[in-house]
């Protein structure tokens, strides 16, 4: 039993958490703003293509990693149009994107690489296998500190929990959730790019593999919070990460866990959480309200 | 005029998103008129064109519809391909459990049977497990929101996860054969197997799948139609969708229509086993739906949440789904994941209604009405 709980493992769950906590950082953003995202998955894949495309062209995989953020917002800039301007169904606009975001670099990889869906191998050495690592690290204290230290945070949570008296306080209440949904393609964005130039080397179709929705789980799991996030995000990953590591290992009666188990953990937790078993986790007020300006 | 309306939006709302696709077609360096030739005109040829057609058609009806009766009751099932995964196992372990002897995939002929029941009860038996294992997983959700006032969006998005792993783990460790490449399950029984049409219309060939489910398809538009708008349950139902404390005020327990709308829901989803399973593959195949429960959703607000819109909008996905196939193989740089692409821009445009009441609104069309 000791044997699996080593420094790689730990090691190994922190690498695993990164991209669910890139995005699930993404999200608190914009569900905290009272938008939805769902899109999560897609703006991961945007962030991933990109900058795996990028990188392969341009040989630096900062480039790479800033295309990609640029794809992550522009994609979440559709998801903000739809939901914010045109007052579009929150979940259906956000499914639409992570449909959208399965063709899209399918088709662009098939037509620029000759694939059907996956970029060319990119060099070792243009890999940026830690930075993000880091990055997803201070991005918590950084959520935290803006959000509850900031006078934009300040206005981020009014805007989420009672957009009227934001809006009856002067904040341009559409705005600040403009701002929001597009954080949350830029994070969301770094975590897909640490999935295709950090952890492996290339793009393939669907890399992500729900990871936007574990992202979303965590979310919500630590109850739309940076700190609890991050917790919940490291949870995960450790499942997922000892689920790597016990294959053919851990045999607690004789046979393995099959891996399937495992991988649904974060799933049932979040049902329960959601369901108020352990501690109510409470969704921002005005989550998936759209917010009209009375005329 | 109020069929020219409903008309419209869902029209428009094609017409731009293959406007859309073509000119990303067109950046990505090919001619996206070609592409629609091949995309659109190999579903019109008979008997191959149509035949695959409706048979693509068929699990989006299901789909489709399953969408369309949760959003009657203001709830979106995101979860209709947890619920026809978990569907489509127990069918096949029905089949499996009381289909008698089967060719195993070496040829060899084996039982796996409990015992052997005659198709008379076994078909109905498993026609039935795919609706009631649908709705049962579809009815979680809904009585966790009932109960718990928990989203039923991140439910069937996690029931979704539940469902796929666990069908995969049962078939991989308890129902796969051993030595078989393929992540499926052991063939179930002869006796449940569903006709092919083309064993009742002449010039139809059998290779091609289109089976009894697509008439059962056909069948659940129109109950889902009575069920809605005839029924006191149906009723109920699109009074909670419409405004819930005035449905809660009128006498309406709303946390039971949400129950009943899920498990309806699920049940319609869960019929996409018929097909699939009975129909088709005679086996439960791990990963088998092309997102069919994603697509439903775009074919549900295509069709605005009405059987006949559905019945529509599904055949013009099933063309879609049998012309990419096309577009794959014949295509230079074009793939058929145009289709996901198209699908995706049709679900943002239906979505942005208010964009066309914007910019149209003012030729007069659709000012008088709010639709």
């Known amino acids: ?295 | 005029m109020k069929l020219l309306r409903e008309l419209f939006f869902p029209l428009v709302a094609v017409l731009a998103a293959f406007v859309l696709g073509g000119i990303f077609v067109w950046i990505i360096g090919d001619n996206p008129f070609e592409t629609y030739r091949l995309l659109i005109g190999s579903a019109f040829s008979w008997p191959d064109g149509i035949g695959y057609t409706l048979f693509y058609a068929t699990p989006l009806i299901f789909t489709g519809l399953a969408v369309a009766v949760a959003f009657r009751c203001g709830l979106l099932n995101i979860g209709a391909e947890g619920q026809l995964y978990v569907a489509a196992f127990a069918t096949a372990w029905v089949g499996i459990k009381f289909g008698g002897t089967v060719v195993d995939v070496f040829g060899t002929p084996v039982n796996y049977s409990w015992m052997t029941l005659p198709t008379i009860i076994l078909l109905p038996l498993a026609i039935l497990t795919a609706i009631v294992v649908g709705a049962v997983w579809g009815a979680i959700p809904g009585v966790l929101k009932a109960r718990f006032g928990s989203h039923e969006v991140i439910n069937t998005i996690m029931l979704n996860f539940i469902a796929i792993a666990l069908v995969s783990y049962f078939t991989q460790y308890h129902f796969k054969q051993a030595g078989d490449p393929i992540l499926q399950s052991v063939p179930v029984g002869a006796g449940v197997h569903l006709p092919r049409l083309g064993s009742f219309i002449p010039g139809l060939p059998e290779r091609i799948p289109l089976n009894i489910a697509f008439l059962l398809a056909l069948l659940a538009c129109v109950l889902v139609y009575i069920f809605l708008w005839r029924t006191k349950w149906g009723y109920a139902i699109r009074a909670t969708g419409a405004n819930p404390t005035a449905a809660e005020y009128g006498g309406i327990s709303t946390g039971k229509q949400i129950v009943l709308a899920m498990a309806v829901s699920g049940g319609l989803a869960g019929m996409v086993a018929i097909n699939e399973v009975l129909g088709y593959r005679y086996r439960y195949y791990d990963g088998f739906s092309a997102n069919y429960g994603f697509t439903g959703i775009a074919v549900a607000l295509l069709g605005r949440n009405h059987p006949v819109g559905v019945l529509l909008s599904a055949l013009l996905f099933g063309m879609l789904i049998r012309g990419g196939i096309f577009v794959d193989a014949f295509s230079g740089k074009v793939s058929k994941d145009l289709v996901e692409v198209l699908q995706a821009i049709v679900i943002l445009f239906v979505a942005c209604e208010a964009l066309f009441r914007g910019s149209f609104g003012r030729f007069g069309l659709l000012k008088r009405s709010k639709v």
């Open chain 1, 1 to 295: 039993m000791t044997e699996i709980f080593t420094i790689a493992l730990i090691f190994s769950t922190i690498r695993t958490a990164t991209p669910l906590l890139l995005a699930a950082l993404g999200g608190l953003y914009s569900e905290r703003a009272g938008v939805i995202n769902i899109a999560l998955e897609g703006l991961m894949l945007a962030g991933a293509f990109t900058a795996a495309a990028v990188t392969h062209y341009t040989g630096s995989p900062w480039i790479g990693l800033l295309a990609g953020i640029g794809a992550g917002m522009f994609v979440a800039a559709i998801h903000a149009v739809a939901c914010i301007r045109f007052n579009a169904d929150q979940v259906v606009s956000g499914t639409a994107i992570n449909i959208l975001m399965t063709g899209v670099p399918a088709m662009l990889s098939g037509a620029l690489f000759l694939s059907s869906g996956s970029t060319p191998q990119i060099p070792k050495d243009d890999l940026i296998p830690w930075t993000p690592v880091v990055l997803a690290l201070l991005l918590v204290g950084v959520t935290w500190y803006v959000l509850y230290r900031t006078p934009y945070g300040l206005r981020l949570r009014a805007v989420g929990e009672n957009p009227e008296a934001a809006d009856a306080a002067g904040v341009n209440v559409n705005g600040v959730r403009y701002s929001a949904v597009l954080l949350s393609g830029a994070l969301a964005a770094i975590g897909g790019a640490y999935l295709s130039i950090g952890q492996s080397s290339l793009f393939t179709r669907n890399m992500t593999s729900g990871r936007g929705f574990i992202a979303l789980a965590a979310l919500i799991f630590g109850k739309w919070r940076p700190v609890q996030t991050m917790l919940a995000c490291l949870l995960f990953g450790f499942t997922e990460a000892i689920s790597i590591q016990m294959q053919g290992v851990f045999k607690p009666w004789g046979e393995e866990i099959p891996v399937q188990f495992i991988s649904i953990v974060p799933y049932v937790l979040t049902i329960v959480v959601l369901a108020g078993f352990i501690g109510l986790s409470r969704a921002p007020r005005a989550l998936g309200i759209p917010y009209q300006k009375e005329k």
